[in-house]
């Protein structure tokens, strides 16, 4: 059983910044790409910010130069460093990633539960 455990969401005022955790756990053979997603009230799921296991970073044209995606292998975790928040980032944000289990198998497309961030003053 694959988990993905987001943290770091919350409330915070225009103009601020959270940084975002997601911790893969449970037996893991290898992980691809992992992301970063948001979902607004009444919104379709939208990409926030990719990263390959090699580190080759894709973004949201709105998310550049505003927020960072980052991840350490070892820990099997994915960051992303959010900054400048605007009113309109306001969203369940959830994890994801391209998990293997075993050397053999398929990949597999893993979520997390979600976090919350607002953005409010």
């Known amino acids: 059983q694959v988990q993905l455990v987001e943290s770091g969401g919350g409330l915070v005022q225009p103009g601020g910044s959270l940084r975002l955790s997601c911790a893969a756990s449970?037996?893991?053979?290898?992980?691809?790409?992992m992301g970063w997603y948001r979902q607004a009230p009444g919104k379709e799921r939208e990409l926030v910010a990719r990263?390959?296991?090699?580190?080759?970073?894709n973004y949201a044209d709105s998310m550049k130069g505003r927020f960072t995606i980052s991840r350490d292998n070892a820990k099997e975790t994915v960051y992303l460093q959010m900054n400048s928040l605007e009113p309109e980032d306001t969203a369940v944000y959830f994890c994801?990633?391209?998990?293997?289990?075993?050397?053999?198998?398929?990949?597999?497309?893993?979520w997390g539960q979600g976090t919350q961030v607002t953005i409010s003053s």
């Open positions: 994801n990633a391209q998990i293997r289990l075993r050397v053999w198998s398929a990949l597999e497309n893993a």
């Open positions: 990263i390959t296991g090699g580190g080759i970073t």
């Open positions: 449970g037996n893991i053979f290898s992980i691809n790409d």
